[in-house]
């Protein structure tokens, strides 16, 4: 009955709004253990998180092949989405409220900050770091101590916009994970308004992953290239996509 009622609300909330698809640039491997949690693009550099218990971790991936290079162990954790503001890498916990923090490219561990409730998605703003936990809110910190800036309700057609997981910062606009949907949300970072949803069913329709709990979880922005980096929870492959513009 929730999952109907959470369908429900999402099929009200995205009444009229502009659906569009990314185009697949390219198709790198990706390690299906990976239990992935979030995607940072810095450098020309690719960063992972993994979660789990006991099994978390901090990975440099290369944008080149996709392989894994150097990793970190969260070993006392659960670690989930991460960014990068001004070469220091912020790594979110799910319900510990420690915020890690690594110095690049050496990931020399810096003093842990701290964040009241439940850690889900990360972002590099200009003005902060964007972070969200699983509602329809974003909340905007100071990357020197996790202060809150801001607040943000994220509606379409007067309802909340729920499950906003992880997130990525690109030219002025949020993007955000839906938990358990194929949708990316493109948002206004001013408004909390839902400007777009990036259907992403090509991509799990060319993952075919059978196990429904392998959910489209990961997105960095390379501002280079444009391009954006997707890929989800044990899935075999990491997309290097374009958007539409818009």
Excluded at 33 to 41: H, I, K, N, S, V
Excluded at 65 to 83: K, T, Y
Excluded at 191 to 214: K, Q, T, V
Aim: hydrophobic residues 40%.
């Amino acid at each position: 009955i929730k999952a109907r009622a959470h369908a429900l609300l999402f099929a009200l909330a995205s009444v009229g709004i502009p659906r569009v698809p990314p185009r697949i640039v390219r198709v790198l491997p990706h390690d299906p253990e990976a239990y992935t949690q979030g995607l940072a693009c810095h450098g020309g550099v690719l960063y992972e998180s993994t979660g789990g218990e006991g099994r978390s971790s901090l990975r440099r991936l290369d944008p080149v092949d996709g392989h894994a290079g150097a990793c970190v162990p969260v070993a006392d954790d659960f670690a989930e989405d991460i960014a990068v503001h001004r070469d220091v890498l912020y790594q979110l916990a799910w319900i510990s409220g420690r915020v890690r923090r690594y110095r690049l490219p050496a990931f020399e561990p810096l003093p842990e900050l701290a964040k009241a409730g439940e850690g889900w998605g990360l972002a590099a703003a200009p003005e902060g770091l964007w972070a969200s936990d699983g509602s329809h809110r974003l909340v905007l910190h100071d990357p020197a101590d996790f202060a809150v800036r801001r607040r943000l309700s994220v509606r379409s057609n007067g309802l909340p916009l729920r499950h906003l997981n992880a997130l990525a910062w690109a030219e002025g606009r949020l993007y955000a994970n839906l938990w358990y949907r194929r949708e990316l949300a493109e948002l206004c970072p001013r408004s909390g308004r839902l400007l777009r949803l990036i259907d992403c069913a090509a991509l799990l329709a060319h993952e075919r992953n059978p196990d429904p709990h392998a959910i489209l979880n990961g997105i960095a922005h390379d501002p280079a290239s444009g391009h954006f980096f997707l890929t989800g929870k044990h899935w075999r492959h990491l997309y290097e996509v374009a958007l539409p513009q818009g």
